[in-house]
């Protein structure tokens, strides 16, 4: 069965960085768009990130443009968040989720995804 499995979260302070590992497993992988939602206590479930199988495309959710970078390496089956210049606003359990072949606009849509993981905690403090 399909398999999505986050590492790499973990407690830092405002202004560090953090590097979130999904590694995937029973799915065509390198057919998939793959991306990040974060869920905050009390909040929905927020879009992140996304990238399309080829890497021609990417998205970002407003918030995180220009701190967080989406990446993938198909031969691994893993897609990667680096996160730069942490703030306490960015504490939240984060998801990976894997969708089939999206439009961009559809990119940041949570119901376009049908695979997700389990979650990794980030806590980010001031």
């Known amino acids: 069965q399909v398999q999505l499995l986050e590492s790499g979260g973990g407690v830092v302070h405002t202004g560090e960085s953090l590097r979130l590992t999904c590694t995937a497993s029973g799915l065509n992988f390198n057919r998939r768009t793959m991306s990040w939602f974060r869920q905050a206590p009390g909040k929905e479930r927020e879009f992140v990130a996304a990238?399309?199988?080829?890497?021609?495309?990417?998205a970002y959710g407003d918030s995180v443009k220009g701190r967080f970078t989406i990446s993938r390496d198909n031969e691994k089956t893993t897609v990667y968040l680096q996160m730069n210049s942490l703030k306490p606003e960015d504490t939240a359990v984060y998801y990976c989720?894997?969708?089939?072949?999206?439009?961009?606009?559809?990119?940041?849509?949570?119901?376009?995804?049908?695979?997700w993981g389990q979650g990794t905690q980030v806590t980010v403090s001031s």
């Open positions: 989720a894997g969708g089939p072949h999206l439009i961009i606009s559809r990119m940041r849509d949570r119901s376009a995804y049908n695979d």
């Open positions: 990238m399309r199988f080829s890497g021609d495309s990417t």
